[in-house]
């Protein structure tokens, strides 16, 4: 892996939420954060499988198109009692206006009641001009509440309780969200790595 801090780094995403919270989370590193749609790049369509099929076709879409490092980001909320639902379909289950306050009504519709337990899925993937792609994963068990609690989060934060807590992550402060959150959980192996690489 050949990312140094300092460098110029381009977040694959046009959610400004995600961006914020992965330039906080990249901060400490240095990076210089940017995201695709100050390059103009347009997202792709996510035709993967799973979440690292996902992440690694949008960061590798971000880096070809700019030459420069490259990281993407496919997260989900992953719920027990809807055999993983939405799952990798998160973002899509909020509509093309990502209107996630439907989102959030649809999962407390076709939950009804039942098991409420859920987890948070991070998956980074982080590709380097010539083609070396990495990624990273990060979870996080918790609850679902309804109705949604919050506003300090984006997504079905409002909704999720991690285990151990009582508020919801749309509810916690965000430095508390950072330390303990499924992207946070990716973020860590992300860092490890450079570091790794970067004291060889």
């Known amino acids: 892996m050949s990312l140094r801090p300092g460098g110029r780094l381009v977040v694959a995403s046009h959610n400004a939420g995600k961006v914020r919270e992965i330039e906080d989370l990249l901060r400490p590193l240095g990076f210089r954060v940017e995201g695709a749609p100050a390059f103009g790049i347009p997202e792709p369509e996510e035709t ?3 979440y690292e099929e996902n992440a690694i076709l949008k960061a ?3 880096c070809d198109e700019t030459e420069l490092a490259a990281l993407a980001d ?4 992953s719920v027990d009692a809807l055999g993983g639902a939405p799952g990798i379909y998160s973002a899509r289950w909020a509509g093309p206006r990502r209107d996630f306050a439907a989102a959030m009504a649809r999962v ?3 939950l009804a009641g039942r098991d409420p337990s859920a987890k948070f899925v991070c998956v980074l993937a982080l590709a380097l001009p010539g083609g070396a792609t990495r990624t990273f994963r990060g979870e996080v068990q918790g609850k679902l ?3 949604p609690r919050g506003t300090k989060g984006f997504g079905y934060d409002p909704i999720f309780v991690a285990d151990g807590m009582d ?3 749309g509810e916690i402060e965000p430095a508390l969200k950072h330390r303990i959150s499924h992207r946070a959980k990716a973020f860590e192996k992300l860092r490890a790595a450079i570091a790794a690489k970067t004291s060889t």
Do not use: N
Not at 74 to 77: E, F, I, R, V
């Open 167 to 169: 508020k919801t992550f």
């Open 60 to 62: 590798r879409a971000a």
């Open 48 to 50: 993967g499988a799973t």
């Open 74 to 77: 496919d997260s989900g909320l």
């Open 108 to 110: 407390a519709r076709e």
């Open 145 to 147: 509440v309804f109705p």
